[in-house]
Every structure is written in structure tokens, then in C-alpha cells.
């Protein structure tokens, strides 16, 4: 973070996206935590920070009466936390943008924190409004970008803001760089071999990724929901498991790419079955390309999971995205947990472990394994669009 904050006011974009119970107490402060370096570094370098951040999507869940339910989607809630872990009381400004907005963050002084309210209640914000974003603008001398998770999003307040500041008043934060860093070294000359395991319900969800991943990986672990896909299309007997039918086709197109590029495609040899989709059901191990009517796979059975370790321990670099079965069922956690042993017990070994997009972090979170592997993304959809090599709307605005 190449600026000079001393004396200054950062208009920081942090994503504190949280999940909240009922009582609105925070049952996951993962996202809050990675913002904490950036903001004590402005602290400590004699700056002001100016925090903004969407929180859900109140304007998608209105009241009955059409207004926005600001009891609930208000960042307030976060305020306590926030101030216990950045050792300051955080301010609070029930506005986003606007004179109290305005006069609150004039009155800063170095070493303080405002949090302004969800950017989401004004309809602007999702929409790239210039007018809302010049009014952001308006409340910091410096901009800085620190929200991965939101960086796919050409919002208001993760891209067009930053056409208000000139080159050298923007940067990245350090969460924002270490996920750009994390991501870039799997992406661009990665130590090989390179084994990239992709699992969770959808082929669908994950074309471009499987797409990309095949120019460029030695091994491609395929498992979860999506795999049936792949075997179904192979003419294998995949009774009721989750399965796309209108992309089977396109499965024997990926699986003939990576033939023809020499990439090492596994597929779980076994699934354990199960009756119905529940963790009550009665299950048991089965080939993966005879599964009976009736029975669907719900998790990798042995077999794969001993092939899949291999494959991880032989690798240099690793990628995880999605989970090999339905782990939030313990019965069908096993795949997932031998997957995750096997990518820490490499990263243990010398290798370098990205887990990067959704299901999978929860997962390693889960296992306890989250300080075992090199590097666990914060950004689900933002992860997942880098690795597909897209141009992040939040990274572009600050180039
Ligand atoms: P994704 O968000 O695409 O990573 O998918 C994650 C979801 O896929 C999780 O909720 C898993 O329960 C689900 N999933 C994984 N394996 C299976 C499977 N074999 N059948 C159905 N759903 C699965």
C-alpha cells in the first residue's frame, strides 16, 4: 500500500458482508479480521479511515410495507466488534453519503475510524451511479480498496469511486494485494506440477473455470455433485445423483480438451451412495459408473479419496474450489475431509495450497485446517471469476 496517510482521510471499501444470527451477533468475523491490517495501518501511520461496505441485499428484502428493513441490514451491528478488534471506538454514521456523512468525517481526527452505513441502502450503489460515487469521493482524501470479496462487482462503491481519485491517491489494501498475489501464483507460472481439484453441485457454475484450468493444470481432480455429470456423459449408470443433462455433451467436449492436452483428469473411481438426500438416509460404497436405480452419490468413496491424495502429495501447486461431496451431512464429510488432509499434509511438504471460492473455505474452516494450507480466499464469486481470468471490475478501477 503505497500511500502516505499521515494527516489524511482514507475512504476505505471493506467488505464486511458477515453473516449474522437472529440477535444480528456475528457468527463468522472471517471477513472483518482480514480487513484489520489495512485499517491499523492507516491508524498507525497518522491517518483517518472511512470505512464503507455493503451488508446483504436490503433493497432485494424489503419490508412488507416496501421499505428497507434498516433494523437488520444496518452495519451498526457491527460496530462493537469492529472497536474490540481495532482497540479504538469505531463512530457510526447512519448515512452512507450526505451532510451528516459529510460533517462526521470532517471532523476526524487522525488515529479515528467512522464506519458509514450499508452502501446498499441507496439503489445507486449496484448500479455504478457516478453521482452516489462522487459523493463517496467527496469524504476522503484517499481511496483505498480492501474488498475482494466484492471486486467482481462494478458497484458505486468498489469501482466507480476511484475515477475520483487520481493515480497516486488509490491503492489496493493488503487484503486485496495478498489475494491478487495468492491467486496470481497459481495462475501465472506455478511451480509444477500443478493439480487443481474442483468439486460442489454444478457443472454449470463452473465451465469457464474447468475451461481455463485445462490450458494450464498437469491434474484435474473432479468430484461433488459435478462429477456425474462427467460420468453419465462417459455412459456410466448414475442413477438419481445430481446430474445436468443439457451439458453432457459439453462434459465429453472438457474431457476430450484435456485429453488432448496431456492433463491427467481424475474422476472418483467409487461415490458412496445413498438412498435419498438426507444424512439419515442408509448409504454404502459403490463404482461410481453403477450406481442402481434409485440411489444417488452423495459423497467419493475410498478409492477416489486414496487416488486423490496421491495425486495432491505428487503436486507443487494446488488448487481447491468446491467440495468432493455433500460435506455438510457428516456422513458424506469424509471425501472432503481426505481432501483436505491430503492438500495440508502437501503444503506440509513444501507445496503451495490456494482454497479459493466458496463451499471449500467453509470446509477447510470447518476441519480446522485453515493454517495448514498456504493461502484460503475470503472471496467466493470474486475468487472464482480471477481464476476464470476475468478482469475484475474492482482491481481495473485502480490500475
Ligand atoms: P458449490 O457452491 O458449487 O461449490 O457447491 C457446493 C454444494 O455442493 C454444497 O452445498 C454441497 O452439499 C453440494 N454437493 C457436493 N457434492 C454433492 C453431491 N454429490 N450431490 C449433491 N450435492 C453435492
Excluded at 461496505?53 to 466488534?81: A, N
Excluded at 446498499?120 to 480498496?145: H, I, P, S
Excluded at 442402481?292 to 477416489?304: R, V
Aim: with cysteine.
Amino acid at each position: 500500500m503505497n500511500l502516505d496517510f499521515k494527516g489524511k482521510k482514507a475512504l476505505v471499501r471493506v467488505d464486511f458482508n458477515v453473516p449474522l444470527d437472529k440477535d444480528f451477533h456475528i457468527t463468522d468475523d472471517t471477513r472483518i479480521r482480514a480487513a484489520v491490517p489495512t485499517i491499523k495501518h492507516i491508524l498507525n501511520q497518522g491517518g483517518a479511515a472511512i470505512l464503507m461496505s455493503h451488508l446483504g441485499r436490503p433493497l432485494k428484502k424489503l419490508k412488507e410495507d416496501g421499505s428497507i428493513d434498516r433494523e437488520k441490514f444496518t452495519l451498526r451491528h457491527v460496530v462493537p466488534h469492529l472497536s474490540e478488534l481495532l482497540g479504538v471506538p469505531v463512530q457510526f454514521c447512519e448515512e452512507t453519503v450526505g451532510e451528516k456523512a459529510q460533517a462526521m468525517a470532517a471532523a476526524l481526527k487522525p488515529g479515528s475510524v467512522l464506519l458509514l452505513e450499508n452502501t446498499r441502502f441507496d439503489a445507486g450503489e449496484t448500479k455504478g451511479d457516478e453521482n452516489l460515487a462522487r459523493r463517496m469521493a467527496a469524504l476522503g482524501d484517499l481511496y483505498v480498496n480492501d474488498a475482494f470479496g466484492s471486486a467482481h462487482r462494478e458497484h458505486s462503491s468498489t469501482a466507480t469511486v476511484a475515477r475520483f481519485f487520481g493515480k497516486d491517491a488509490k491503492a489496493f489494501g493488503f487484503l486485496m494485494e495478498a489475494e491478487v498475489k495468492n491467486a496470481s501464483r497459481v495462475l501465472n507460472n506455478p511451480e509444477r506440477p500443478l493439480a487443481a481439484i474442483i468439486g460442489g453441485a454444478k457443472v454449470s457454475d463452473k465451465i469457464l473455470l474447468l475451461e481455463r484450468l485445462i490450458d494450464s493444470v498437469d491434474t484435474l481432480l473432479i468430484g461433488g455433485g459435478m462429477a456425474y455429470t462427467f460420468l453419465k456423459a462417459q455412459g456410466g449408470q448414475v442413477g438419481k445423483s445430481l446430474v445436468e443433462d443439457d451439458r453432457l455433451e459439453l462434459a465429453l467436449q472438457l474431457l476430450e480438451k484435456a485429453k488432448s492436452k496431456g492433463v491427467k483428469l481424475l474422476l472418483p473411481e467409487d461415490s458412496l451412495i445413498a438412498d435419498e438426500f438426507a444424512n439419515t438416509a442408509q448409504f454404502h460404497s459403490a463404482g461410481s459408473k453403477a450406481i442402481p436405480e434409485g440411489w444417488m452419490g452423495l459423497d467419493i468413496g475410498e478409492k477416489a479419496r486414496q487416488a486423490f491424495a496421491e495425486a495432491i502429495l505428487q503436486s507443487k501447486t494446488i488448487l481447491w474450489n468446491g467440495p468432493m461431496g455433500v460435506f455438510e451431512m457428516p456422513n458424506f464429510a469424509n471425501g472432503t475431509k481426505a481432501v483436505a488432509e491430503a492438500v495440508a499434509q502437501a503444503t506440509g511438504k513444501g507445496a503451495f495450497s490456494l482454497v479459493g471460492g466458496g463451499d471449500s473455505v467453509a470446509a477447510v474452516n470447518q476441519m480446522g485446517l485453515s493454517d495448514k494450507v498456504s493461502y484460503v480466499s475470503t472471496g467466493g464469486g470474486a475468487m472464482l471469476e480471477f481464476l476464470e481470468g476475468k478482469e475484475l471490475p474492482g482491481i481495473k478501477a485502480l490500475a
